[in-house]
């Protein structure tokens, strides 16, 4: 069975994070975007569901993580090549995302990571899977 994915967190700016994620090359699904929540494709069975803090708590009991002290998740999604790696990190960078931890190089397996505009953590990861296949 293949299952789908529905990563949902907060986004404070709909709009501003729409032209982040459009300008990192990420598209969405319409039918589940409004002023509210804006749905990020991330393939065919996964999507972030990107929501301002009060449609968000809509959804959850308790409070809203302040991710300018803490992490509530770290989002990873791969690349095709330690070149692209570097090229969605190296433009989150530019238009307003900010830089998170060092580059993690490990040969096989190469990753970057930044913050978006709201402070949610994303890795991007390239791995040699010729090189861990068993």
Not at 50 to 56: D, E, I, K, Q
Not at 95 to 100: K, P
Request: aromatic share 12%; charged share 25%; hydrophobic share 45%.
């Amino acid at each position: 069975m293949s299952r789908m994915m529905f990563l949902n967190t907060t986004a404070s700016d709909i709009p501003a994070t729409r032209t982040f994620f459009a300008e990192l090359g990420f598209e969405f699904n319409e039918t589940f975007s409004d002023e509210n929540t804006l749905c990020l494709i991330i393939n065919n069975q996964t999507f972030a569901m990107l929501m301002t803090p009060a449609r968000f708590q809509d959804f959850i009991t308790g409070g809203i993580t302040d991710t300018s002290k803490e992490r509530e998740v770290l989002i990873a999604v791969s690349a095709e090549s330690r070149e692209e790696v570097d090229a969605i990190a190296d433009k989150a960078l530019e238009i307003g995302g900010s830089a998170w931890q060092d580059a993690q190089d490990h040969g096989f397996m190469y990753g970057r990571s930044f913050r978006d505009l709201d402070g949610h953590v994303w890795e991007v990861t390239w791995m040699d899977q010729s090189a861990i296949a068993g």
